[in-house]
């Protein structure tokens, strides 16, 4: 699996776009970009995937660059139920099932 | 559906005792995966099983550690003994692998503290 790397932590008013980014520079052809966020004392919950084109689901959307060296996850309109670690991984297809989460980005939103 | 059951969701014992624990994975899935998660270490991959067979056990962490999966519908994960070193929250996570997009669901973990 590629490394990927994030902030170790941001902040967002509530009711405005949360726009976390994830570098993922070495990531291969068949590698997708997986998304998961973690709210405190819970398991990780899965938001979001995408291989090359942007996606969008009733959670969030995932902008990908055009040579797939770096993603942005978008939470439109962040509420404080938000609050998590957020964690962006690359993995392929072929091992897509076995996640290797990093450290993560500390999203707080406040009022 | 219920999600990820696991049990218990707290278990204080003391060194040397035997722990298990216990998940039961979303109908219908396939694969299951047992996590560790510790403010050092982070979140980390002990064991998955696909189609109820140990598929990568590479991240168990020593032979204190034990993992079955009797049928779809079970698993266990056990150390004997334990340590305190062993303190940590436990994920179970099941996914359908037949089927992108592959998402794991989590279950709610059991935090396991060691004396």
């Known amino acids: 699996d590629a490394k990927t790397t994030q902030p170790t932590s941001m902040d967002c008013a509530e009711g405005r776009a949360a726009n976390l980014p994830c570098n993922h520079s070495?990531?291969?052809?068949?590698?997708?970009v997986y998304w998961y966020r973690q709210i405190h004392s819970q398991g990780p919950q899965y938001i979001i995937h995408?291989?090359?084109n942007n996606e969008t689901n009733e959670m969030a959307s995932l902008i990908i660059t055009e040579d797939r060296k770096s993603s942005t996850l978008i939470l439109p309109h962040a509420t404080l139920r938000d609050t998590a670690v957020y964690y962006c991984?690359?993995?392929?297809?072929?091992?897509?099932?076995?996640?290797?989460f990093g450290t993560g980005t500390r999203l707080q939103v406040t009022l | 559906d219920a999600g990820v059951i696991q049990s218990p969701r707290h278990e204080v014992t003391e060194m040397g005792q035997e722990v298990t624990l216990r998940c039961k994975p979303i109908?219908?899935?396939?694969?299951l995966f047992w996590y560790r998660q510790t403010m050092m270490r982070g979140l980390e991959l002990l064991i998955y099983?696909?189609?109820?067979?140990?598929?990568?056990d590479s991240g168990m962490p020593e032979d204190r550690f034990s993992a079955k999966m009797p049928n779809a519908s079970f698993s266990t994960l056990k150390i004997q003994p334990s340590e305190p070193r062993d303190s940590a929250v436990y994920f179970c996570a099941s996914t359908n692998s037949a089927a992108p997009p592959y998402e794991q669901y989590f279950g709610p973990g059991t935090r396991l503290t060691v004396t």
């Open positions: 070495t990531i291969s052809g068949n590698e997708y």
């Open positions: 099983f696909n189609n109820n067979v140990p598929i990568d």
């Open positions: 109908s219908g899935h396939n694969s």
């Open positions: 995408g291989l090359k």
């Open positions: 991984i690359a993995t392929s297809t072929g091992t897509a099932s076995k996640l290797t």
